[in-house]
T-cell receptor, first 114, second 117 residues
Framework: GDSVTQMEGPVTLSEEAFLTINCTYT??????LFWYVQYPGEGLQLLLK?????DKGSNKGFEATYRKETTSFHLEKGSVQVSDSAVYFC?????????????FGDGTTLTVKP | GAVVSQHPSRVICKSGTSVKIECRSL??????MFWYRQFPKKSLMLMAT?????????EQGVEKDKFLINHASLTLSTLTVTSAHPEDSSFYIC?????????????FGSGTRLTVV
């Protein structure tokens, strides 16, 4: 079955540091890939997405590139802010296959200190 | 953009009572909604897939008689936790997608924090 493995946390960085959160996946088909962010006490928000190989998703300074050859979708940001402190989830969806269910990684908690 | 409203955001109930959680898609029709449960510092566990006009599909290990799901319209799905016990205390989140939106990511509700005392 499908699975998503992401970097274990927690991750603690100083403001303006470079962020990488690794994510790799296994899937039977050609999934779409997503990063979601969850702030304390809230639901998940879609951060960015990529629907095919070599696509780059980007939003709010975050980027991730769909790498089919390495089955990866690592999240990066060049300069993090305190407000980026949250839990980040990598996920995949096989679209209409399997009724569109998403498979999530375990989440990585990011804390950014001033 | 697509908006999903989940209500209530927090609920405290006594052991043995039932609690209903609503998930509404506000500006699109959702033929499929998903219900997740999230334990502290853990990822989301898919509980069931709610299909408009038909029975929900439950994941293995989820008691369908305890977690009743109804998807009566294209904009509303409800999860009822029946005869709640303290071990049912958790954060429940719904998400929705339309048949044409799977590749655009899911829209999540803001979650419901259930505490059973």
């Amino acid at each position: 079955g499908d699975s998503v493995t992401q970097m274990e946390g927690p991750v603690t960085l100083s403001e303006e540091a470079f962020l990488t959160i690794n994510c790799t996946y296994t899937a039977t088909g050609y999934p779409s890939l997503f990063w979601y962010v969850q702030y304390p006490g809230e639901g998940l928000q879609l951060l960015l997405k990529a629907t095919k190989a070599d696509d780059k998703g980007s939003n709010k300074g975050f980027e991730a590139t769909y790498r089919k050859e390495t089955t990866s979708f690592h999240l990066e940001k060049g300069s993090v802010q305190v407000s980026d402190s949250a839990v980040y989830f990598c996920a995949l969806s096989e679209g209409n296959t399997n009724a569109g269910k998403s498979t999530f990684g375990d989440g990585t908690t990011l804390t950014v200190k001033p | 953009g697509a908006v999903v409203s989940q209500h209530p955001s927090r609920v405290i109930c006594k052991s043995g009572t039932s609690v209903k959680i609503e998930c509404r898609s506000l500006d699109f029709q959702a033929t499929t909604m998903f219900w997740y449960r999230q334990f502290p510092k853990k990822s989301l566990m898919l509980m069931a897939t709610s299909n408009e006009g038909s029975k929900a599909t439950y994941e293995q290990g989820v008691e369908k008689d305890k977690f009743l799901i109804n998807h009566a319209s294209l904009t509303l799905s409800t999860l009822t936790v029946t005869s709640a016990h303290p071990e049912d205390s958790s954060f429940y989140i719904c998400s929705a997608a339309s048949p044409t939106n799977y590749n655009y990511g899911y829209t999540f509700g803001s979650g419901t924090r259930l505490t059973v005392v």
